[in-house]
């Protein structure tokens, strides 16, 4: 008799990406259609650019919103990141204050129980290790000509997919079985066509 096994997803974001958090809640969906659970890894859309871009303000503040997160897993443990990751994208994304409205990280961090000493590391380098391990645990599997989301699953990594909005249900869960099956498919490497509108968060 064969016993189903629950499949392990890695998924590897940078919360200032829209496509990402299109793409993580999808992901979120997925769950509950597919026999699948998601551990979710940061990247940071800084040090992927950090040889072409000038370290503005802009830059900065990417970086700055990774190092809490990854300074909230190394203190409180990888279950934290998605509870935060859903608190900072809400109001990045959906509420829109992603630009320079610093108080989205306070507000986050409040609202998931995490204390308000994390926003210290935004201006340290004491977890940059830490936090370009988990950037290229993720970005060494599928090569740094793509930014994120990534995803990993029984040995295929693949950036992806770029969805909006992004599918319920079981609807959900066909585009996850697609997926995988040309992800998983020797020597294949990308579909792609113009994106012709923007995220839809709602």
Not at 23 to 29: F, H, I, Q, V, Y
Not at 64 to 73: D, K, Q, S, T, Y
Not at 85 to 110: C, N, Q, S, W
Not at 128 to 155: C, F, N, W, Y
Request: charged content about 25%; proline content about 4%.
């Amino acid at each position: 008799m064969m016993v189903n096994m629950t499949a392990s997803a890695d998924f590897w974001f940078d919360p200032a990406c829209p496509w990402a958090w299109m793409t993580s809640r999808w992901m979120l969906e997925v769950e509950q259609v597919r026999d699948v659970k998601t551990t979710w890894h940061v990247m940071s859309l800084a040090v992927l650019n950090e040889d072409r871009n000038e370290h503005d303000e802009n830059w900065q503040r990417l970086l700055g919103r990774v190092r809490v997160l990854i300074a909230a897993e190394q203190a409180h443990g990888n279950e934290v990141l998605l509870p935060l990751y859903t608190a900072l994208g809400t109001r990045i994304h959906k509420d829109g204050r992603g630009g320079k409205d610093d108080a989205v990280l306070a507000e986050a961090l409040e609202e998931v129980g995490l204390p308000a000493s994390l926003l210290e590391a935004a201006d340290s380098d004491k977890f940059d290790d830490a936090l370009r391990k988990s950037h290229h645990a993720g970005m060494d599997q599928v090569g740094m000509e793509v930014g994120t989301p990534v995803i990993a699953v029984e040995g295929t990594a693949f950036f992806g997919p770029v969805v909006t909005p992004a599918p319920k249900g079981e609807a959900a869960g066909k585009l996850w079985d697609g997926v995988r099956l040309v992800a998983g498919t020797e020597g294949f490497f990308e579909i792609k066509r113009t994106r012709e509108r923007g995220p839809i968060f709602d």
